[in-house]
């Protein structure tokens, strides 16, 4: 199935990636290619939705894969929040967000986070966005 690309409003003020069974890093690839294309047809911050639902573990060399993914992301990408994956993906986004703390950056790139649904994941989005603006 590898993994789906998609708006996740109408809006266009999020993309979500539904990693499916068996995903490999040629889907990776495709789906970033995809994806940096939806972004750049809009001005605004989009942020990321990686949904692990229902997907597999990711293969090996993960945090490094997905710390230069992130790194070589359109400048308006806002936040990236994670989806279920399990005790596994877990571990891997606090490793990352303590590895970019570690080498001093005061402002991360990316706001790495861990919900465990879809619905969570767009609350978690829209609360960092209003604290970020002052507005709670």
């Not at 069974?21 to 939705?49: E, N, P, R």
């Not at 894969?65 to 359109?74: I, K, T």
């Not at 400048?75 to 990352?96: D, E, R, W």
């Amino acid at each position: 199935m590898g993994i789906q690309v998609s708006w996740d409003n109408t809006e266009k003020t999020a993309v979500r990636f539904d990693y499916g069974q068996d995903w490999s890093w040629a889907d990776f690839t495709a789906a970033l290619q995809q994806s940096k294309g939806m972004i750049a047809t809009v001005s605004q911050t989009v942020d990321l939705i990686a949904n692990f639902t229902d997907g597999t573990l990711p293969p090996a060399d993960a945090l490094l894969r997905f710390s230069r993914a992130l790194q070589d992301s359109p400048p308006n990408v806002g936040i990236v929040v994670i989806v279920g994956g399990g005790a596994f993906i877990t571990v891997l986004v606090k490793t990352f967000n303590r590895m970019y703390r570690a080498l001093g950056e005061r402002e991360p790139l990316f706001t790495l986070r861990h919900e465990w649904g879809v619905q969570g994941a767009r609350w978690n989005a829209a609360e960092t966005r209003l604290l970020s603006w002052g507005g709670m």
